[in-house]
C-alpha cells in the first residue's frame, strides 16, 4: 500500500522510470489527502474560539473530513491497482479501461466534497490558519484539475463507448 510508504520512497517510486505507476493519478489522490489535512489543521485550530452554537453546527465535519482524506488514501491504491489490471491484459479489457477514468473521477469527486466543507468554515477561520487553508484549496482544486487531465488522456482509449464518455465529462464538469 502506497500510503505506508515514506515520502521519500513515493516520490522515488513516482519519478522511476522502471515502472509506470505510481504516477498523476496517485499524486492527485495525495494532493487530495494533504488538502484535507489542511483543512482539518485550520479547522482545528479555529473551533477553540467559537461559540458553543458554531461548534454544534459543524460537529460532524470533521468526521467528514477523516473520511474523505481515507478515500483518497485508498484512490492512490487503487491508481495504482488499475493500472496494473489494464497493463496486464495490454490495456483491452473494455470494463477494466474504465477503471483508469473512475479512479481520477472519484478524486475530483471527493476534492469537490472537500472544498464544499472547506468553504463552509472559511468565514470563521482564525487568521493565523488563513494561510494554511489557501494552501489546501489550491490542493483540492489541483485535484480536480489533474484529474480532468487524466481523464482526458484516457477517455481516448475508450472511443468505443461514447455514452460512457458522455457521461464521465458530465460527472466531472458539474
Do not use: H
Not at 516520490?11 to 522511476?16: D, E, L, M, P, V
Not at 479555529?46 to 459543524?58: C, G, R, Y
Not at 487568521?127 to 488522456?153: F, Q, R
Request: net charge positive.
Amino acid at each position: 500500500m502506497l500510503k505506508e510508504n515514506s515520502i521519500q520512497e513515493l516520490n522515488q517510486k513516482i519519478s522511476s522510470q522502471m515502472t509506470p505507476v505510481p504516477a498523476g493519478g496517485t499524486t492527485i489522490a495525495l494532493n487530495g489527502a494533504l488538502g484535507v489535512s489542511l483543512v482539518k489543521l485550520a479547522f482545528s485550530v479555529s473551533q477553540n474560539e467559537w461559540s458553543d452554537d458554531l461548534k454544534v453546527q459543524f460537529q460532524g465535519l470533521l468526521i467528514q473530513l477523516e473520511k474523505a482524506e481515507k478515500k483518497f488514501l485508498q484512490l492512490m491504491d487503487e491508481d495504482v491497482q488499475a493500472y496494473d489490471l489494464n497493463s496486464k491484459n495490454n490495456f483491452r479489457v473494455k470494463k477494466d479501461l474504465k477503471k483508469l477514468v473512475d479512479v481520477p473521477a472519484q478524486v475530483i469527486e471527493n476534492a469537490r466534497k472537500v472544498l464544499a466543507y472547506a468553504r463552509s468554515i472559511d468565514p470563521y477561520l482564525k487568521e493565523v490558519v488563513k494561510a494554511d487553508y489557501e494552501v489546501a484549496v489550491y490542493n483540492l482544486l489541483t485535484c480536480i484539475k489533474g484529474g480532468k487531465s487524466i481523464i482526458e488522456s484516457n477517455l481516448q482509449n475508450l472511443t468505443f463507448e461514447p455514452q460512457y464518455i458522455k457521461e464521465i465529462k458530465s460527472r466531472i464538469n458539474s
